[in-house]
C-alpha cells in the first residue's frame, strides 16, 4: 500500500495563478481532510470529507475548493493563489471521521506563493 | 474556546536518556487524545490514541497518559534514540464533531 500519495512535493505560485493539489489514497478510507501548517500554529483544517460526494468546511476553507467524485482521489484547489497561502499542506485520510481511527497522512506539498 | 497547549516548546536531550513530554487542553466533552510524531518534511504519524477512559497507552518505547480530571496528557519516551528526533504533537478530538484541535507541537532533538 502506498498510504496516502500528495503531489506535486513543492510548488512556487505568483499571486492570482490557480492551481490543484492532489492527494490520493489507496486504503479504502472514507473520510479525507486537507490541512494547512504554518511556523507556530497547530494544524489547521481547511475542508473535509465524510465520504464520496460529500464535503464540507474546516476552520480555514476560504480561499480554497474541494471535491470528491471517488473514494480515493481529494484534490485541494486554489482559485487565485495569496501570498497568505505560502504554507505547507497536509492531506489525511482514516477508516472514520470519530472513535479511535487513526489519521494517516501524506508527505505534504510545500507551496510558496511570491 | 477549545484549546491544546504543548510544553515545552523545544527540548534537548543526549541519547538513551528518559523524557516526558506535557500536553494541557481545554476541550470538554471530548472523545479522544492522540500523540502524533512528524519528522522534518515528512506527515505526522500516529503513536497513540486514547480514549477519555483511558489513563496509558504504550507504542513500544512511547507512553502516553492521560488525566481527564486535570486535564493534561504526558508523553513518555524510554531510552531515547537518535531517531526520536522530531516534532510531538498533540491532538484532542471533541465529542460528536469530526474536527480535530491540534496542539503546536514539542520539537525535540536527541544528540549522541
Known amino acids: 500500500n502506498a498510504g496516502v500519495t500528495q503531489t506535486p512535493k513543492f510548488q512556487v505560485l505568483k499571486t492570482g495563478q490557480s492551481m490543484t493539489l492532489q492527494c490520493a489514497q489507496d486504503?479504502?478510507?472514507?473520510?479525507m481532510s486537507w490541512y494547512r501548517q504554518d511556523p507556530g500554529m497547530g494544524l489547521r483544517l481547511i475542508h473535509y470529507?465524510?465520504?464520496?460526494?460529500?464535503?464540507d468546511q474546516g476552520e480555514v476553507p476560504n480561499g480554497y475548493n474541494v471535491s470528491r467524485s471517488t473514494t480515493e482521489d481529494f484534490p485541494l484547489r486554489l482559485l487565485s493563489a495569496a501570498p497568505s497561502q505560502t504554507s505547507v499542506y497536509f492531506c489525511?485520510?482514516?477508516?472514520?471521521?470519530?472513535?479511535?481511527?487513526?489519521?494517516?497522512f501524506g508527505n505534504g506539498t510545500r507551496l510558496t506563493v511570491t | 474556546k477549545n484549546q491544546v497547549e504543548q510544553s515545552p516548546q523545544s527540548l534537548i536531550i543526549l541519547e538513551g536518556k528518559n523524557c516526558t513530554l506535557q500536553?494541557?487542553?481545554?476541550?470538554?466533552?471530548?472523545?479522544?487524545l492522540r500523540w502524533y510524531k512528524q519528522d522534518t518534511g515528512r506527515g505526522p504519524v500516529s503513536l497513540t490514541i486514547?480514549?477519555?477512559?483511558?489513563n496509558t497507552k504504550s507504542n513500544g518505547r512511547y507512553t502516553a497518559t492521560l488525566d481527564a480530571d486535570t486535564k493534561q496528557s504526558s508523553l513518555h519516551i524510554t531510552a531515547s534514540q537518535l531517531s526520536d528526533s522530531a516534532s510531538y504533537i498533540c491532538?484532542?478530538?471533541?465529542?460528536?464533531?469530526?474536527?480535530?484541535?491540534f496542539g503546536t507541537g514539542t520539537r525535540l532533538q536527541v544528540f549522541p
Open positions: 489525511a485520510s482514516s477508516y472514520l471521521s470519530q472513535g479511535d481511527s487513526p489519521l494517516h
Open positions: 486514547m480514549t477519555f477512559s483511558e
Open positions: 500536553c494541557n487542553y481545554t476541550v470538554s466533552p471530548f472523545s479522544n
Open positions: 470529507s465524510v465520504g464520496a460526494g460529500i464535503t
Open positions: 486504503m479504502n478510507h472514507e473520510y
Open positions: 491532538v484532542v478530538s471533541p465529542y460528536n464533531t469530526d474536527k480535530l484541535i
